[in-house]
C-alpha cells in the first residue's frame, strides 16, 4: 500500500520561524487545484503499488481550499489509484480558517483525520511566533471539530520557545490534553536560516533556550502525555494507541508515496523525486505536460542511511534482521560494529535484533545517525 501527498503552498500571512514552501498570493489556488490533478496523472506510474490506504493534505494551509476542491483532489486521486475504503485522509488545518459550516462540509468530503496548528495555548508565545490565530481561537476550533464529528484529532505544539518556563510548558499540555485529542506532534523550535525569528536571534534581540532545559520540557511531555496514556512513538509524535499517524508512519516504514504540489516529495523505494519550490515555475511546467522537478536514484548506502534514519527516531527502532535481509550480512556486521561504542556508553540500546535509542537519550538521536551512518 502507498500514499499520496498534497502540499498546498499558501498561507495568510507568513510565521516568523517557518520554512515550508508557501506564498501569500491566493489568487492561484483553483488554477493550483487543476495543476495537481494534471500532476497526478502525469506522475501515477512512479507507484509500483496502486493501493493508497493514506492521502495527506499539508501544507502551507491546505484549510484554505474549498471543500470542492478538496473533494475534487479525492476524486482525482480514486479515478487513478485504488483508494482503500479505510484509507486515513489528513488535512493540516489553521485554527482560524474553521467554522462550523466549512467542518460539517470538510466532513463528507471523506478527510476523517484534522492535524491542527495551535503551537501554543498562551498569546505571548503565540504572538512571538508571530501567528495569525490567538489561544482561545485554537480552543474553539478543537471544539467546533469535535462538534462536526471529527473523531481523529492531532494537534502541533511548540516547545523550547524563548521565555517559555517548564510550568508554562506542563499548563499547555495539561490543556491539550484535557480537549481530548487524540494525537500531538510537539517540536522543538527550531530556527531556520533567513526566518523572522532567525534573523531576529541572530540580532541578539533574544537568546536561545539553553539545552538543559529544553531537555527538562521533552521530559516533562514525555511525564504529562504517559499520564494522559499517550506515548511517544516518534521523536516528535505522541498518541493515544491505535491513533498512531498512519500517513507519518509510513514514511518510517520505507512505504512508496507520491508528493504533489510545488516542494513536495515522491520516493518510491529506488529513486526519490522534489518538486521544484516555486509555485509559478511549477505550474508553467505541469501546464507544458512536464514534471516540475529533480530526481535521484537511491544508491545501497542512501538506503541503508534513509532506514537508520527514520527508524531510530522511532520506537519501534532499527531492526537488524531487516537490515540483513534487505542489504545483507555483511552490513549488518558493519552497522554492528559502529554501534558498540554506543551501545557500551548507553547511548544506543540493543534488545534481541532491534538497535534503539534510550528514551534519556533521545534529543540526541540525529548525532548517533550521522555516527552510524554509511
Ligand atoms: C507545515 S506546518 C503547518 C501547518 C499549518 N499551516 C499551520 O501552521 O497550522 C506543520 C507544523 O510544523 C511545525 N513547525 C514548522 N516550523 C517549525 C519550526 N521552525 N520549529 C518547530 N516547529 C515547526 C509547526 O508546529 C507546524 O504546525
Ligand atoms: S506554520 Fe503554517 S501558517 Fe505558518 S508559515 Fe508555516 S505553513 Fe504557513
Redesign the pocket.
Known amino acids: 500500500m502507498a500514499g499520496v501527498y498534497f502540499h498546498i503552498p499558501f498561507?495568510k500571512k507568513r510565521?516568523r520561524?517557518?520554512?515550508?514552501y508557501s506564498t501569500i498570493d491566493l489568487s492561484k489556488r483553483k488554477e493550483l487545484v487543476g495543476a495537481l490533478k494534471k500532476e497526478l496523472h502525469l506522475r501515477k506510474i512512479f507507484l509500483n503499488d496502486t493501493g493508497i490506504k493514506t492521502v495527506y493534505f499539508?501544507?502551507?494551509?491546505p484549510s484554505l481550499l474549498t471543500c470542492e476542491n478538496i473533494s475534487g483532489l479525492l476524486q482525482a486521486v480514486s479515478t487513478v489509484y485504488n483508494v482503500d475504503k479505510q484509507a486515513e485522509i489528513t488535512l493540516?488545518?489553521?485554527?482560524d480558517d474553521f467554522s462550523l459550516d466549512y467542518l460539517h462540509q470538510l466532513k463528507k468530503t471523506g478527510v476523517n483525520r484534522l492535524?491542527?496548528?495551535?503551537?501554543s495555548f498562551s498569546d505571548d508565545d503565540l504572538l512571538f511566533l508571530g501567528?495569525r490565530h490567538n489561544a482561545l481561537q485554537a480552543i474553539e476550533a478543537i471544539k467546533y471539530a469535535q462538534d462536526a464529528g471529527f473523531e481523529n484529532i492531532s494537534i502541533?505544539?511548540?516547545y523550547g520557545i524563548p521565555g517559555m518556563t517548564l510550568e508554562k510548558w506542563e499548563k499547555n499540555l495539561e490543556t491539550a490534553f484535557n480537549l481530548n485529542i487524540q494525537h500531538l506532534?510537539a517540536?522543538?523550535?527550531?530556527?531556520?536560516e533567513n526566518?523572522g525569528?532567525w534573523n531576529d536571534l541572530k540580532k541578539g534581540l533574544f537568546s536561545e533556550m539553553d539545552d538543559d532545559d529544553s531537555v527538562k520540557q521533552f521530559e516533562k511531555l514525555v511525564e504529562v502525555a504517559g499520564q494522559h496514556k499517550f506515548e511517544l512513538y516518534e521523536i516528535s509524535n505522541l498518541a493515544k494507541k491505535s491513533f498512531y499517524a498512519r500517513h507519518n508512519s509510513a514514511y518510517w516504514d520505507q512505504t512508496e508515496y507520491i508528493g504533489l504540489g510545488p516542494s513536495a516529495h515522491s520516493y518510491n523505494t529506488s529513486t526519490r523525486y522534489w518538486n521544484v519550490s516555486d509555485i509559478s515555475a511549477y505550474m508553467k511546467q505541469i501546464k507544458q505536460g512536464f514534471l516540475p522537478g529533480e530526481s535521484e536514484q537511491l544508491g545501497l548506502n542512501e538506503k541503508i542511511n534513509d532506514y537508520l534514519l527514520t527508524r531510530l527516531r522511532t520506537k519501534w527502532g532499527v531492526d537488524l534482521k531487516y537490515i540483513s535481509t534487505n542489504f545483507g550480512k555483511g552490513v549488518e556486521e558493519q552497522l554492528i560494529f559502529k554501534a558498540k561504542p554506543y551501545i557500551k556508553n548507553g547511548r544506543l540500546k540493543k534488545e534481541g535484533n532491534i538497535l534503539k535509542v534510550p528514551l534519556k537519550g533521545i534529543m540526541l538521536t540525529d548525532q548517533i545517525i550521522s555516527g552510524l551512518f554509511f
Open positions: 498561507c510565521c520561524y517557518c520554512d515550508f499539508g501544507g502551507g494551509t493540516e488545518a489553521n485554527p492535524s491542527i496548528g495551535v503551537q501567528r502541533d505544539l511548540i506532534s517540536y522543538h523550535l527550531t530556527y531556520h526566518t525569528l
